[in-house]
């Protein structure tokens, strides 16, 4: 496994998550953000460049994480597709979900905006899992 390889396919991946991110926060689940506007601030293309460097330099550190522990390794013989779903699924659940859900506790945020959050980082955790999971084959 390369290092290199592999922060470049979470980059890329991150990249995706972008594009999957509008689909799914900016489209279906953005009218819940409607609901609580007090919580939240203006959005124009500076928050949106913003959060797109973000998400890219995300899927890099996920590619960091795949190479610092093996992504996986007990599902190496599983097959790429596999071990990107259940390395993208673990991180979801060990940080993602928790900080979404946590958040949830102390902000004034819809469920419904909560739920599409999960979903997204779901999303994009698996993506990027994939990606790497492939570079590592």
């Not at 890099?60 to 599902?75: D, E, Q, R």
Request: hydrophobic share 55%; proline share 4%.
């Amino acid at each position: 496994m390369s290092l290199g390889r592999l922060l470049l396919a979470g980059a890329v991946g991150g990249f995706v998550t972008v594009l999957t991110s509008w689909l799914i926060i900016g489209t279906l689940f953005h009218r819940y953000q409607r609901l609580t506007p007090e919580t939240w601030r203006p959005e124009g293309p500076r928050q949106y460049a913003v959060s797109s460097l973000v998400q890219v330099l995300a899927g890099a550190a996920v590619g960091l994480l795949f190479f610092v522990t093996g992504g996986a390794p007990s599902l190496s013989q599983s097959g790429w597709v596999v071990r990107g779903l259940v390395f993208g699924g673990v991180t979801w659940l060990a940080v993602a979900c928790p900080i979404h859900v946590i958040s949830a506790v102390y902000v004034k945020l819809h469920k419904g905006h909560v739920v599409g959050a999960l979903l997204d980082s779901l999303v994009a955790l698996t993506i990027v899992g994939w990606a790497c999971a492939y570079a590592a084959r």
